[in-house]
């Protein structure tokens, strides 16, 4: 989901306080916080989180040069954000995310 990829690079952008973000950082709070520790997946792999990163890129919101996110249009992204935070889904629960149970299968998240 680009746009959740988007605002967490522009959480990471208010939070740090620079535009450059190194790959390897953003796919650690991906994979080992986000789905380590609180079993939210967002994505299933590095590879599916850069083209995610790439897609941010051909829409001129950042650059992607070697493992290195530039962030190239910061008021885009923080509008992004901006439409996340304040988006319903806050407001609903998380009751359940399920795992891949065999190969090719996806993950998926119930809320009410």
């Not at 740090?16 to 994979?31: A, W, Y």
């Not at 080992?32 to 997946?41: A, E």
């Not at 989180?49 to 040069?65: P, Q």
């Amino acid at each position: 989901m680009w746009t959740f990829t988007a605002y967490i690079l522009w959480r990471m952008h208010t939070d740090i306080g620079t535009v450059r973000v190194p790959f390897n950082m953003l796919e650690h709070f991906m994979f080992n916080i986000l789905w380590g520790k609180f079993k939210l997946v967002l994505n299933e792999s590095s590879e599916e989180l850069r083209n995610e990163v790439e897609y941010l890129s051909r829409l001129g919101i950042v650059k992607l040069v070697g493992d290195t996110i530039i962030i190239a249009d910061t008021e885009r992204l923080r509008r992004i954000g901006r439409m996340v935070e304040e988006s319903k889904l806050r407001y609903l629960s998380l009751i359940h995310i399920s795992e891949p149970t065999r190969p090719l299968y996806s993950s998926y998240a119930v809320f009410c």
